[in-house]
């Protein structure tokens, strides 16, 4: 099959994937909302057992308060982090696709993360393959600022730096700060510490965190912003990918 049909078919598939992802998270948040709304309801209702329901509601948010937390919180720190999770498994598989389709391009300056061993011991060709691949990408994003990972995809693709206009310098502080916020719910209980803060002016990100101040408080906006940044660079990538194609392909042939 034509390799640039199945470019474009995978590029496709990656960024519906994606979309399919936001769409889920978008229905959790609704669900979210319109349980608070219904045990709003229950509360004033005079049947017994929707009291008692009531009431289990009502000890079980009280003890997540005990505990420094309330659902409130949770609720939107797992948002946040299913939407980040989402974006990076994105470029993830953009980045599948273009080893997978196009080693020939992608493999230039990449040490290959595999040792002799592993392809000895491997089952087949295609597995050792796949390894190949997928290590190098993972060790990629893992070493790269986000933005740096968005830069890596459009240079794989012969975009240079220079030239690259997918962000903006305010996209790029945006996604830092929401990759700092991630690591900060994941990693320190969702409390700004001194090392993030010092980042955050080093980067003249504008911000009103003081350190040890929870920031799953108020997280609703950062929440939208990140929905409607991804979006916008999610689409972006994905049409400068599917714009590329050809001229990927007849690249590929000529090395």
Do not use: W
Not at 138 to 156: A, P, R, V, Y
């Amino acid at each position: 099959m034509d390799k640039v049909y199945l470019f474009k078919a995978q590029i496709s598939e990656n960024q519906n994937n994606f979309d399919k992802k936001k769409e889920l998270i978008d229905l959790f948040r609704l669900h979210k909302e319109i349980s608070e709304k219904a045990f709003e309801l229950i509360n004033t209702s005079q049947n017994h057992n929707l009291l008692l329901l009531s009431n289990a509601y009502k000890r079980v948010n009280q003890e997540l308060k005990s505990r420094n937390k309330t659902y409130e919180q949770l609720h939107n720190e797992k948002v946040l982090v299913d939407i980040y999770s989402a974006f990076e498994k994105l470029l993830y598989d953009h980045l599948h696709t273009l080893y997978s389709l196009f080693p020939k391009i992608c493999f230039t300056e990449d040490r290959l993360p595999i040792r002799f061993t592993d392809i000895f011991l491997s089952e087949s060709l295609e597995s050792s393959r796949e390894y190949i691949i997928a290590e190098t990408i993972k060790g990629l994003i893992q070493s790269n600022t986000i933005d740096k990972t968005i830069e890596i995809i459009l240079e794989k693709i012969q975009i240079k730096k220079k030239e690259q206009n997918i962000l903006n310098e305010d996209d790029k502080k945006n996604l830092l700060r929401f990759s700092k916020i991630r690591n900060l719910i994941i990693h320190n209980e969702a409390l700004m510490n001194k090392i993030v803060l010092e980042e955050f002016k080093k980067l003249s990100i504008v911000h009103s965190y003081t350190e040890n101040q929870s920031i799953s408080e108020n997280l609703d906006d950062d929440i939208s912003q990140m929905q409607e940044l991804f979006k916008k660079v999610s689409e972006k990538i994905t049409d400068t990918l599917l714009n590329k194609a050809s001229q990927l392909d007849i690249y590929d042939k000529s090395k």
